[in-house]
């Protein structure tokens, strides 16, 4: 065997079949031609950074609007990065690709410009915008200064008698919207209301077939423009409803008619059910009813289930709100019933959920806790989804193995609905709390004559242990209440039975030590005796409480 401390043998070079002269020679030249032949222009890139390159070639081949425009954004970008204290955007100068991409946009717009072709070099500048649009957060100051040049060129030449523009607009504030939805809408309301007046009317396309292609869309401008003031109709009538309900039904109303305007059903009804929500909160009930209504014929014509849940929901609320607690309970069911068969868990979940609130509202906490549990096991996953769904998920399961990973259960489990089921627990404690002050009243009632009664309250009391556990000490206390019918005497028989080897149980456990002798039972006797005397008091404390909880339920 070899040392491994010695070097290894030398590779000799592979030697090449027939080396001649002649072949050596057209090798180099070969190798020599191949070399990349460095101008003057490829000098500069390697020795200066690239942005800086590429203002001045496109000012050498004659491009100075481009030049100028690119060293313009530039700047624009230092300052940006300078200011920015997140580290969120991008530095140009450190993305060559973009940088390219962008030259070569600016080259083509400026060649369209100079032939005079004002339509095209305005696409280009648009195709830029909603390209640089989806590249992130960090790039989208540059898709809106191509939006905004876009803009600039179609409205000085009103390409198309003002489509053009009316479709940079709308695609500007489609951009706003998509991309920065906490910030205020007006400016993109503004500027969709400004296209929607001019597009009335027309049947401007929003997109255009390229020379030699089929039509891309039938979808119009005036139509989309409608969509998107829809959107921002219903979002502001959500937002102003807490302070200005009256506002926020005009505003869905508005929405309504722009949904009606790009014929687009689905959003109709969304905006009609926005003005019944608005409708019960100024508790105008009969209109409310009148409106889900309409809501609910729209839905059922389209067989659209989610919409139908929706709006059973909704008409429950109006019912409950009128006291009407049966029917609301009898849509609540229907809607929970629909969402199983559908396998729409998140439906089901919000459906379990009220339910299981109107049966705390009308003081039925027992079937109010147990629906809110189920609403909980529902928005985690757990359980209630049909059993072809169940059957697929254990088989996931079993080719995951046993929970290797978190991820894996999540996947199996679908979406978690976090919030919702928080909500759920909450108010399955809420519920399950009312349930024990109700069996508190009824302990309190009891302990008027069952002495056991009274001790659960004592120790709860005392010791907070929980009358609803079952304990065994209890067995052994001598209570004369028709329930439990037991003398002193009767306790000491089961005690001497118990002891008896026939039943031998030695190691039960009792709190209240072993009552094993006549002397013992004396003492608990006499102990309880002293409990009696202070009845007063227990009883006196026992109503404060009653009054506080009365108060804070
Ligand atoms: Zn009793």
Redesign the pocket.
């Known amino acids: 065997m070899e040392d491994p401390q010695l070097p290894k043998k030398r590779q000799l070079p592979k030697l090449m079949a027939c080396m001649t002269k002649t072949s050596l020679e057209n090798l180099r030249n070969r190798a020599l031609f191949s070399l990349e032949a460095l101008d003057a222009k490829g000098i500069r890139r390697r020795k200066r950074p690239l942005h800086q390159c590429l203002i001045l070639e496109l000012r050498e081949s004659g491009f100075f609007e481009s030049s100028d425009y690119l060293q313009d954004l530039i700047y624009d970008n230092i300052q940006l990065v300078k200011n920015d204290d997140i580290g969120i955007v991008v530095d140009l100068r450190k993305r060559e690709d973009y940088l390219e991409h962008i030259c070569a946009g600016l080259i083509q717009a400026e060649k369209y410009r100079d032939k005079g072709d004002t339509k095209k070099e305005c696409l280009e500048l648009l195709a830029l915008a909603i390209h640089y649009a989806e590249m992130g957060k960090g790039i989208l100051w540059l898709a809106e200064k191509f939006f905004l040049a876009s803009i600039a060129v179609s409205s000085q030449y009103l390409i198309d008698g003002g489509r053009q523009k009316g479709c940079c607009k709308y695609h500007y504030a489609k951009f706003l919207l998509d991309k920065f939805p906490g910030a205020d809408p007006e400016e993109p309301f503004v500027i969709l209301t400004e296209v929607r007046d001019c597009a009335i009317g027309k049947d401007w396309p929003l997109y255009e077939a390229v020379e030699g292609e089929e039509r891309v869309s039938t979808e119009m401008l005036f139509s989309a423009t409608a969509i998107q003031l829809h959107r921002v109709l219903v979002n502001k009538a959500r937002t102003c409803r807490t302070k200005e309900v009256a506002k926020s039904e005009t505003l869905a109303r508005l929405a309504e008619r722009r949904a009606r305007d790009a014929d687009d059903v689905p959003k109709t009804a969304e905006a009609i059910i926005e003005i019944g929500i608005s409708q019960l909160m100024m508790n105008n009930l009969n209109n409310a009813q009148k409106t889900f209504e309409k809501a609910f014929r729209i839905h059922t014509e389209s067989n659209n289930i989610e919409g139908l849940c929706e709006t059973k929901m909704h008409m429950a609320a109006v019912m409950q709100r009128l006291g009407e607690y049966e029917k609301a309970a009898k849509l609540l069911t229907e809607m929970g019933a629909l969402a199983m068969e559908h396998n729409l868990r998140r439906q089901l979940g919000q459906a379990l959920h009220l339910l299981g609130e109107l049966h705390l509202r009308s003081e039925r906490p027992e079937l109010g806790t147990q629906h809110l549990t189920e609403a909980f096991h529902c928005f985690l996953g757990d359980s209630c989804l049909s059993d072809a769904d169940t059957k697929r998920q254990a088989e996931t399961a079993k080719k995951d193995g046993d929970d290797i990973d978190v991820i894996f259960e999540e996947e199996t489990k679908g979406v978690v609905y976090e919030v919702e089921a928080e909500q759920s627990r909450l108010m399955m404690s809420i519920s399950a709390g009312q349930e024990l002050m109700a069996s508190y009243f009824n302990l309190i009632r009891e302990a008027r004559k069952?002495?056991?009664?009274k001790i659960k309250i004592i120790e709860w009391k005392l010791s907070k242990s929980g009358w609803w556990v079952k304990r065994y000490h209890h067995d052994l206390l001598p209570?004369l209440?028709p329930?439990?019918k037991r003398s002193p005497l009767d306790i000491l028989r089961i005690q001497l039975l118990k002891e008896s080897p026939a039943f031998s149980q030695s190691d039960v456990d009792t709190s209240l030590g072993r009552t094993g002798d006549i002397q013992d039972i004396r003492k608990l006797r006499s102990s309880f005796g002293s409990v009696e005397g202070n009845k007063s008091k227990y009883i006196s404390l026992i109503s404060i409480y009653c009054i506080k909880t009365f108060r804070f339920a």
């Open positions: 069952c002495s056991i009664a209570c209440c329930i439990h």
